[in-house]
């Protein structure tokens, strides 16, 4: 099984409240991983990266995603080590594809679920 897919599969198990639809990439270039509801009927994308290192690698077609559509979009990265689940905006990809400091939402599951509950 691929990392992401690994990743995928964390994804489900830990955030337990958010309704998801894996979207297929090959469909439609730099379209984010999931598409995402919350209870509140709210809609929100999640791109989806595991990485070995502390940068990570965004196609010029997700970068090009993002900021074109940089409200209710997040990037969930997944790295080796502790305090390894990180999420970030959406609309905070050019510094993390630049490689500028960038500060995440959420470095826990519950963090990032309470998140996505939260997300109007």
Known sequence: MKPESKFW???????TEISFTRLESWASAGVPDLLCCNKNGKFFTVELKVTSRKSIQFSPHQIAFHVKHPHNTFILKKALGPLSIKLYRGSDILKLAGREPCTPIAES??????????VT
């Open 9 to 15: 599969q964390e994804v489900k198990k830990n955030i």
């Open 109 to 118: 599951w519950d963090k990032v679920q309470e998140t996505f509950v939260n």
